[in-house]
């Protein structure tokens, strides 16, 4: 009855989900990824309108595998926002979601040379799981990350 109430007072926003099941579904849609009809949603509480603005335009995508442990665990599910093409290099020292390619893959971009070698760097935080340069050519789509579903921000 006491989380009822409390709920009572806040903003509902459902966010589309990319789960482990969907990533096949999400390349296929590509660049223009804006609240895809074709996925499951979660429903997230927040305090205000304002707050709940904030998340226009947001997917939370499921975690998969061990590349990025031990900030990100399998199963965990992140927020992320899409990245303009335009704007792709400016993103740096971020937690991304990248699909390139035929895959969707959560890491952290270190190194970014796409201004000068069309390239960029993914990196696991797993040091076992190394790094993966992607030509500018193979993204489909970058989303940065900034917060856990159910956690305080993410910081790298």
């Known amino acids: 009855m006491q989380a009822v109430g409390f709920l009572a ?12 099941r969907a990533r096949a579904s999400f390349i296929e849609l590509g660049m223009g990824v804006q609240h895809p009809d074709n996925f499951e949603t979660l429903r997230l ?14 997917l939370v995508f499921e975690v998969e595998g061990d590349s990025m ?9 992140v927020i992320a926002w899409q990245v303009p093409e335009g704007k792709w290099e400016q993103v740096y020292n971020q ?20 201004f000068t070698r ?28 900034e917060e856990f579903f159910d956690r305080p921000k993410i910081r790298l």
């Open 9 to 20: 007072d806040m903003v509902a926003v459902d966010l589309p989900f990319v789960s482990f």
């Open 45 to 58: 509480y927040v305090n205000s309108e304002e707050d709940a603005a904030r998340y226009t335009g947001a």
């Open 69 to 77: 442990e031990p900030l990100l665990r399998t199963g965990e599910k």
């Open 95 to 114: 937690v991304c979601v990248v699909a390139y390619d035929d895959t969707v893959t959560i890491k952290a971009v270190r190194e970014n040379e796409l």
């Open 118 to 145: 069309n390239l960029l760097t993914l990196y696991a935080q797993n040091p076992a799981a190394g790094f993966l340069p992607v030509q500018r050519q193979q993204i489909q789509s970058l989303w940065r990350v």
